[in-house]
């Protein structure tokens, strides 16, 4: 009954997290249309610049002691307060050190503007941080439907926001305000919809015993962080900011899909399977099915986008974004890898921090050496490489969760196989409506349609019971609502 009761929350908060991720996605797309049309790359990627030092400051809030209180099995209300007050101190310290920061952040990247800009974008770290504990809160009830709720408050005040500003010529300047305003009524709905007050009790003891498990899950996390900014950073200091705008903007659509889908899934994944902890089988059972959900849903997409980007930039984004087109087909490349190599919240779920650290260390260390040794042949060599130890991470990986799970390189092989395959002959069908000569536009309108066919045909053809799965999932929680 317990067991029931577990899938069928996980079953509701992978939709409510799936339809948050969705809307959150189509609404930032828009925004990010809008704006692009508003403002030049150089602007766009002037702010991008920024965004690296504020993404690695939210992880250490959000995925340091907020990530042991989800995997905590017994915590209590010492244990939310202790952690709420320490990351306000905590992200006190961080915008401190941006504050001081920013002279030095302008001169790096040779941008004067800068240094007004961080001091305004980095309160989003300390506003942040107010929201951390109730986010954690609503993970471990899986109750991601309030989840939703802020973040539909979070993007449509960054949307109304951006935009207007943009329209009255504030430049880069709207996407910090943007951002600021939409962080802050996010955290306010949050707070509100949760319920959940800090106590007057903070216990150093209980911080330590969380920090020992937090440590490790927030090295591993932050590496993840730096090491995926790593290449804008270079980018930023090498190159242009109208590449780092090239650059970001290619990469945003791809990133979209796997927030969409596979952020989805594991942002649920995690509090489920600590649920679950010392089931070895069960754990793995479950691991394994979200994972070929996820690849069978992410696969159609990226492939297709690497086979529409020309005309999606042209219709989407005009002329002048077009030298993202490249940018955004490598990204859909290493963001395929993205389900296979997040196999790890098993090992997070299992308390085994300490393997994820370590392969995190060996992963974002060879893409380092990779991105140093291609940084000499130009931009495109760059994503390459980290394509190239993405790849490598995944054998790495495979050989790790092998070992404490029993999900073998041959299982992986097996259940990605199908939707690859599939996923690849629509694309090249997609692609070669190309040929006919069509405008863009018509072009786009004919190749979408079509992958979607494509590609349903080719999963009823072949019985791929991810799709069966999914149906049936949907359908599990219709019938819960029209009970309820």
Not at 235 to 253: E, L, P, T
Request: aromatic content about 10%; hydrophobic content about 55%.
């Amino acid at each position: 009954m317990k067991s029931d009761s577990l899938t069928t929350k996980a079953t509701g908060g992978f939709i409510w997290k799936f339809l948050e991720k969705f809307v959150a996605t189509g609404v930032q797309f828009v925004l990010g249309i809008v704006l692009a049309l508003l403002i030049s790359p150089e602007e766009y990627g002037v702010v991008g610049e920024l965004t690296i030092f504020i993404q690695i400051c939210d992880v250490i809030i959000l995925q340091g002691l907020t990530s042991a209180l989800i995997q905590k099995k017994n915590a209590d209300q010492t244990d939310f307060s202790s952690v709420f007050f320490a990351n306000l101190v905590v992200s006190a310290v961080l915008y401190l050190i941006l504050f001081v920061s920013a002279p030095f952040i302008a001169k790096f990247f040779h941008e004067p503007i800068l240094k007004d800009m961080m001091p305004v974008l980095a309160l989003v770290v300390v506003v942040g941080a107010l929201g951390a504990v109730p986010n954690a809160v609503l993970s471990r009830e899986l109750d991601f439907k309030k989840s939703f709720f802020r973040n539909m408050s979070n993007y449509g005040t960054q949307s109304i926001v951006g935009i207007s500003c943009a329209l009255w010529g504030f430049g880069a300047w709207a996407v910090v305000w943007s951002k600021l305003a939409g962080t802050l009524v996010g955290v306010i709905v949050l707070m509100i919809t949760v319920g959940w007050k800090p106590s007057k009790t903070f216990s150093m003891a209980r911080i330590k015993g969380l920090f020992n498990y937090g440590s490790k899950v927030l090295v591993t996390n932050l590496l993840n962080t730096i090491f995926n900014n790593f290449q804008a950073l270079i980018v930023g200091r090498f190159f242009s900011s109208g590449d780092v705008g090239y650059y970001q903007r290619g990469q945003q659509m791809p990133a979209a899909v796997m927030t969409a889908v596979d952020g989805s899934l594991s942002e649920v994944l995690f509090p489920t399977l600590s649920n679950v902890q010392d089931q070895k089988e069960r754990l793995k059972s479950m691991m394994r099915r979200s994972m070929k959900t996820s690849m069978y849903i992410v696969f159609p997409f990226l492939l297709g986008l690497v086979a529409t980007a020309k005309p999606v930039i042209s219709v989407l984004l005009r002329e002048k974004w077009l030298p993202c087109v490249p940018f955004m087909q490598l990204s859909c490349i290493l963001c395929m890898f993205w389900p296979l190599n997040a196999r790890i919240q098993a090992l997070n779920a299992m308390g085994k921090s300490n393997v994820t650290m370590k392969l995190s260390i060996i992963s974002k260390t060879l893409t380092v050496i990779l991105i140093v040794l291609c940084i000499r042949f130009g931009i495109y060599a760059m994503l390459l490489s980290s394509i190239i130890a993405s790849a490598i991470t995944f054998w790495i990986t495979s050989y790790c969760v092998n070992k404490y799970i029993g999900y073998s390189i041959p299982e992986v092989l097996k259940d990605i196989a199908v939707p690859l395959s599939m996923a690849a002959a629509m694309a090249v069908i997609v692609y070669c409506v190309k040929f006919l000569g069509l405008s863009d536009l018509l072009t786009l309108l004919i190749q979408v349609p079509l992958g979607v066919a494509v590609y349903l045909a080719a999963s009823k053809l072949f019985r791929v019971d991810s799709l069966d799965y999914i149906i049936a999932m949907v359908k599990r929680l219709l019938d819960r609502k029209k009970e309820a």
